[in-house]
């Protein structure tokens, strides 16, 4: 009895790697995006609250995301760019777009959880309420926005590993558009005088074969 073996189709083993490729691209896209747009606009939403002892009772303060730290917004940015970036260039530049994706997602998640607790920026509205440097807020409190920005910053660090795993089999800018932004022209082909046919191909291309 013979026994036949199946040869893999080359096309079947290639779409594995390509199927791959689409999704993990579409879920970074998603995940960066995403990510980038919660951590902004969680650190524009009310993180902490407390008051202030002043002459006639207690003065109420609040403090948004972006007055206890400016670090998760700026990294959010850069996160963007990054994710951008990606598409722009090639190699060792591609993993280091996609490594500083990552990093930003880290960096966001821990800056957003150390603010989760600070209540520097409410000491400092006090201090100014009050007219007493040493003064601090009492009855402090948070909120749950920190941790939205957190989640937005684990966002961004998914993103930043699929692209560090699965960017080398992504698209990137076309070479036509790298270096000067416009497409490169075409160069003519070369017109043998000898042979009729290129000289009526030349002359329907509106050039001159004669080269005057």
């Known amino acids: 009895m013979e026994y036949v073996t199946a040869v893999p189709h080359p096309r079947s083993e290639a779409a594995g790697p390509a199927r791959a490729g689409r999704v993990s691209l579409a879920a970074a896209l998603l995940s960066g995006a995403l990510g980038a747009a919660v951590a902004l606009l969680a650190t524009r939403q009310q993180w902490s609250e407390g008051t202030a002892t002043v002459a006639g009772g207690d003065f109420p303060l609040t403090a948004n995301g972006s007055d206890v730290t400016g670090v998760p917004a700026a990294l959010a940015i850069v996160g963007l760019a990054a994710l951008v970036a990606v598409f722009a260039v090639r190699r060792l530049g591609r993993t280091f777009v996609a490594g500083l994706l990552a990093l930003s997602g880290a960096g966001t998640i821990a800056a957003s959880l150390i603010g989760a607790s600070d209540s520097g920026a409410l000491d400092e509205k006090a201090a100014r309420a009050t007219g ?16 939205v920005t957190a989640v937005g910053g684990l966002l961004m660090l998914l993103a930043g ?7 080398s089999v ?30 009526w191909k030349a002359l329907d291309r509106g050039e001159d074969p004669t080269g005057a």
Do not use: I
């Not at 007493?132 to 941790?147: E, F």
């Not at 000067?180 to 005088?193: L, Y």
């Open 132 to 147: 007493d440097t040493g003064a601090t807020v009492a009855a402090l409190s948070h909120t749950a926005w920190p941790y």
């Open 161 to 167: 590993l699929l692209a560090l795993r699965y960017a």
């Open 170 to 199: 992504w698209p990137a800018m076309s070479s036509r558009y790298e270096r000067s932004g416009a497409p490169r022209p075409r160069r003519a082909p070369a017109v043998d005088p000898d042979r009729p046919e290129d000289l």
